[in-house]
């Protein structure tokens, strides 16, 4: 795979994500109206890996990364690319060096709409909507159902049992990456019988607060696991990324005042990666697109 391209009248180079200044990265995204500030990038740094083309004189033009789980699953994620060179073709040979990269995993994203396109003509297929919920929340929460069990805060260390159980719904481990959210996350767990059923995840995030990883069996665990968070952030901005676009547990967030902003694609390439079965845990709030 080449490791520049020309695009008209200039020429772009692949380097690591990791060699560059971390405020150019910053200045990309917030160019595209991405709501990431320079400390939500130091994280996603933190968990996956990726290239950025830059120019002769080292201005960033496009980012993407990849965040590999095991040996055969990654989802992709922080694509980005100036207006002006993705007409141009950069998105897509950016893609096409991170699927070098990623040659023989399992692969997935969440695609914005302007990138739905390109990832089609790579043979992603669609699998599901995600639904970017968020808002000045409410003064006054709805009421929230019967709590089943007993819900607490829990303590980072705990993060055995939280992967255990984020397995499941997620499909593979994602421990190092719960890891490093729940260093400066406020972590609630909600037991039945001594077990651990539900858990949800809220820190900070672009404008507010991000609520997520959010899993839990059913909806009814979702909301009181989504509600304990936005009992702390009345009149402030919060979002919760989710698929469920109706039931009980979207009223809930439309009633605090989450409305859906934006959506975007969950895709996948190989095998395919959302595999819901009733009863069983499943990732109500994502915990970022790139991650799922």
């Known amino acids: 795979m080449q490791n520049s391209v020309r695009l008209k009248s200039f020429e772009l180079v692949a380097r690591d994500i990791a060699d560059v200044d971390i405020n150019l990265l910053h200045a990309l995204s917030l160019g595209v109206g991405w709501p990431h500030r320079s ?3 130091q994280l996603v740094l933190q968990t996956g890996q990726g290239l950025v083309a830059v120019d002769g004189i080292g201005r ?20 980005i690319t ?3 060179t993705q007409a141009q073709g950069n ?10 990269r990623c040659a023989g995993r399992n692969l997935s994203l969440n695609a914005t709409h302007a990138a739905y396109n390109l990832y089609v003509s790579l043979g992603f297929l669609n699998e599901a909507i995600v639904y970017q919920c968020q808002g000045e929340v409410v003064l006054t929460l709805p009421a929230t159902p019967p709590l089943n069990g007993e819900l ?5 260390d705990e993060l055995g049992a939280i992967a255990s159980l984020d397995c499941q719904a997620f499909g593979t481990n994602r421990a190092s990456l719960l890891g490093l959210i729940t260093e400066k996350a406020a972590i609630y767990g909600l ?9 949800s ?10 609520i997520g990883p959010v899993v839990a069996a059913s909806d009814h665990d979702a909301i009181n696991l989504t509600a304990v968070h936005l009992q702390n952030l009345k009149g402030e901005f919060a979002r919760v990324d989710t698929r469920e676009k109706d039931g ?21 390439k190989g095998k395919k990666f959302l595999n819901r079965k009733p009863g069983e845990p499943w990732v109500y709030g994502l915990a970022a697109h790139g991650w799922g």
Do not use: H
């Not at 998105?91 to 070098?100: A, F, K, P, T």
């Not at 607490?152 to 980072?156: D, K, S």
């Open 39 to 41: 400390s939500d990038w």
């Open 60 to 79: 960033v033009f496009g980012t993407a990364m990849w965040f590999p789980y095991g040996e055969d699953f990654a989802t992709i994620g922080m694509v």
């Open 82 to 84: 100036t207006p002006r």
């Open 91 to 100: 998105g897509r040979w950016l893609m096409d060096q991170v699927l070098e």
């Open 152 to 156: 607490a805060a829990m303590p980072a």
């Open 191 to 199: 037991r039945r019988n001594g077990q651990l059923v539900g858990y």
């Open 201 to 210: 995840c809220c820190r900070e995030f672009g404008r507010g607060k991000v």
């Open 248 to 268: 009980a547990f979207a009223d809930f967030l439309a009633q605090c005042r989450l409305g859906v902003f934006g959506t975007v694609t969950t895709m996948s």
